[in-house]
């Protein structure tokens, strides 16, 4: 059967694989981190934030199980900053959280329970591809060096990156497919998902550096006579300089010799087997995923103008 490309699949936008607010999984995710929750402290969650916020809640753990309330609030508020505000809240209150033993207290949960509670918050966001983290990273929390009674002053939601980040992946994926350029983006899309799936660990810049490659070898080896399929990405990027695509823009040299130089940094450290898998910093890998999208999306649409 003809195998034709309709126009209506090549301009279909892609489902967004990154987002700055929670998810409907990512939301049901994290609350279940929060099942152990003894009802006091749910309830005191609860409270805690109508008084200092002066806000209503649907659900406030007086007419139910409060530990059920405090997930649900999580699950169904529709404004997203409460619920940043009750995860936040929730986390330091676990750490925290005290119960009398006759005169004196103890701390209510273990440290196991504390920590498979950080694994699956950092697992939901990272999995489900939200541009926040842990800080402390959970990765500290759950070291052997982190004192986890006295090593923090208060565990917090961070963003890794902004609306921009998700519209440069959306603008870098949508346009591959108009174009025709998505198979040469199949290192750029393993990255994004190996990061959500395993980490950021240095094999992200080898998936990077693949799709800069194949792009960079597409346009000199292969659709033109600039450069042979065996020369080099800094080879390719020299004649694609030369013949004026980064034109009128000189300062893309600069920036591309940066993003280049940053994606070689991470293939370097790929020497052996053991470094390939060992984890990078997230914001360093969130970085490096879109500034690589960025540059790329920028060269083909330069060079797919230049034909024309």
Known sequence: MWDFDFWSK?????????????????????????????????RYVLEHYVDRMGETLKYRGTQ???????????????????AFDLIELSINKAFRARTKVGRTSNYTYNKSQLYEMVIQ??????????????????????????????DYERILLQEMGDEAVIESDQETRMFAREVGWENELQGYNEAWEMYKDNGGTYLIAEKLYNSLEAVTQRICAEENSW????????????????RGLLDPNPTMVGEWQQIVGGIKVGVQKLGGDRKRHELIDDDYAILLLHQTGAFLTFLIKKYEASKS
């Not at 892609?14 to 929750?37: C, D, G, Y």
């Not at 966001?125 to 006295?150: F, Y």
């Open 10 to 42: 090549r301009h279909s936008e892609p489902e967004q694989r990154i987002h700055k607010e929670l998810t409907e999984k990512a939301r049901l995710r994290v609350s279940r981190a929060f099942s152990f929750f003894e009802k006091d402290d749910a």
């Open 227 to 242: 450069a042979s399929d065996t020369d080099t990405v800094g080879t390719y990027l020299s004649e694609i300089q030369d």
């Open 121 to 150: 918050i950092h697992n939901a966001l990272k999995e489900e591809g939200i541009l926040l983290h842990l800080q402390p990273t959970a990765e500290e929390i759950v070291s052997d060096d982190w004192n986890v009674r006295t």
């Open 64 to 82: 139910r199980d409060s530990t059920e309330d405090l997930q649900m609030q999580i699950l169904e508020t529709e404004d997203m900053e409460q």
